[in-house]
């Protein structure tokens, strides 16, 4: 099969793909070569690439195949309706969600300890300065309690914080959840602007479908407290940009730690970076360990459709594959 990898520069999961699946040729392409390329293509994975709904025109695509979890910038209806399966990898298990939760945390520490201006400070030869925020005796709020937030919920036990959990359906969701992680409150996506009142952290895990967009709004910013920081590791678009920005710059907020953006790579001179924010380039799920555990999961299932066998994890179990 003609495995296609929409995005160029990703060393790790080229040579990943390529080994897990020596029989295959495995390609690389960006979002320019993309119309001229996936005519050929058995299977796409695209990343971080928009796979727009033109390409679901040629019928030698059986797969798209995301290297991970977010499937926001696939045109699922379009592929549904030209029998084309879209799946996805959980992030729980696989070291993805994993490392986004250590990423999340590694921004509340680097906020709350104000780390780019300590080590300014280490510069000048000061001693005990600046003056931090512990985590500990605080309280954390995570929007989106999915497999990443609880994930991030697990790892904050030791911190001694007290965790509320915002999902939307609430404690009551079908989604079964591991009871080894205690939280000490879940509410359903109707009170987020009752909890995040009381946070001193606000992380940001929800995905990015089309009704979380702009939901950390400005009203939701307006109810943090003028303390507080929030961090997103979910999807840039799930928070309101210019809220945040004014949030940021009327100090209605301390600070934002951010590994996701409204369009990526984003622009390094944006003004949203002249205020208290630290930024890491979507690297939240870029560990070794998660992208061998994906890179796994994705070669069994097109190994699956290869077969003819029952494809997992499809956003649209109704275009099913007869194999290859």
């Known amino acids: 099969m003609r495995i296609g990898l929409c995005v160029r520069g990703f060393a790790g999961i080229l040579k990943i793909l390529r080994e897990q699946l020596p029989e295959d040729e495995v390609f690389e392409c960006d979002q320019s070569e993309l119309a001229m390329l996936a005519p050929t293509a ?22 798209v195949q ?37 990423l999340a945390i590694a921004h ?8 780019p201006d300590a080590i300014q400070q280490f510069k000048l030869k000061k001693v005990g300065a600046p003056l931090g925020h512990c985590l500990w005796g605080s309280t ?18 030791g911190f001694g914080v007290r965790i509320i959990a915002v999902s939307k359906t609430g404690p009551n969701g079908s989604r079964l959840r591991d009871t080894t992680v205690k939280i000490d409150l879940h509410v359903g996506q109707s009170l987020l602007l009752d909890v995040v009142r009381e946070a001193d952290f606000v992380i940001v895990g929800a995905p ?17 407290k003028s303390t507080a920081y929030i961090v997103n590791v979910a999807r840039g678009p799930v928070i309101d940009y210019e809220a945040l920005r004014e949030a940021l710059e009327e100090e209605k907020i301390a600070g934002a730690g951010l590994d996701v953006f409204w369009n990526e790579p984003f622009d390094p001179n944006d003004p949203i970076f002249g205020q208290n924010v630290i930024a890491t380039p979507h690297i939240g799920g870029s560990t070794e360990r998660s992208l061998l555990g994906i890179g796994r999961a994705v070669a069994c299932n097109i190994e699956r459709l290869r077969n003819g066998e029952t494809l997992k994890d499809c ?9 290859i």
């Open 208 to 224: 990015a479908t089309p009704e979380n967009k702009g939901l950390v709004s400005r009203s939701v910013l307006s109810s943090m």
């Open 42 to 63: 058995d299977v796409l994975v695209p990343t971080i690439c928009p796979i727009p709904a033109p390409i679901f025109e040629g019928r030698r695509l059986k797969l």
């Open 66 to 102: 995301q290297y991970g979890v977010g499937l926001d910038s696939i045109d699922i209806a379009t592929a549904t309706e030209a029998g084309v399966p879209v799946c996805n990898v959980p992030s729980v298990g696989t070291g993805n969600a994993e490392s986004v939760a250590e």
């Open 315 to 323: 956003a649209n179990p109704s275009a099913t594959s007869d194999g």
């Open 108 to 115: 509340l520490l680097m906020l709350s300890r104000d780390i």
């Open 140 to 157: 954390v709020c995570i929007v989106g309690y999915g497999g990443v937030g609880e994930e991030i919920a697990r790892r904050l036990q």
